[in-house]
């Protein structure tokens, strides 16, 4: 009997640190799977706000793309009037030098003008 005591008692000893261990690693998996949770949702919250701030900046750079276009149209418009401006300013040029020539009286010069043609 005293056998079973001593056995019981080395059993207890024994089992007693188990049971401790395996409450604790029951506590610390719940807490790790709770981190890992709490984790997981920081991942989420984290990717969907470079989600949001890559959109964000997408759209600004497009707003300014569209800005840089549509300035770059208007370059082309006004260098394109100041163009056809030089090339009204030539053709009167042309036509008030041989009206001069007309009234100075050297009218060869009106024939070997090339056609002038101001609709454009």
């Given at each position: 009997?005293?056998?079973?005591?001593?056995?019981?008692?080395?059993?207890?000893?024994?089992?007693?640190?188990?049971?401790?261990?395996?409450?604790?690693?029951?506590?610390?998996?719940?807490?790790?799977?709770?981190?890992?949770?709490?984790?997981?949702r920081?991942?989420?919250?984290?990717?969907?706000?470079q989600?949001?701030?890559?959109?964000?900046?997408?759209?600004?750079?497009?707003?300014?793309?569209?800005?840089?276009?549509?300035?770059?149209?208007?370059?082309?418009?006004?260098?394109?009037?100041?163009?056809?401006?030089?090339?009204?300013?030539?053709?009167?040029?042309?036509?008030?030098?041989?009206?001069?020539?007309?009234?100075?009286?050297?009218?060869?010069?009106?024939?070997?003008?090339?056609?002038?043609?101001?609709?454009?």
């Amino acid at each position: 009997m005293l056998d079973r005591l001593k056995l019981h008692a080395q059993l207890r000893v024994v089992d007693v640190p188990y049971c401790f261990i395996r409450v604790s690693y029951q506590t610390m998996s719940e807490e790790c799977l709770q981190m890992h949770r709490l984790g997981e949702r920081e991942r989420h919250a984290f990717s969907n706000g470079q989600i949001e701030k890559f959109n964000k900046e997408n759209k600004e750079l497009q707003q300014e793309i569209a800005g840089e276009i549509k300035k770059m149209k208007e370059d082309y418009e006004e260098q394109t009037d100041i163009h056809l401006g030089f090339e009204h300013t030539a053709k009167f040029a042309a036509v008030e030098t041989s009206i001069n020539t007309f009234r100075d009286g050297n009218c060869a010069n009106l024939v070997t003008l090339p056609f002038i043609n101001l609709s454009n």
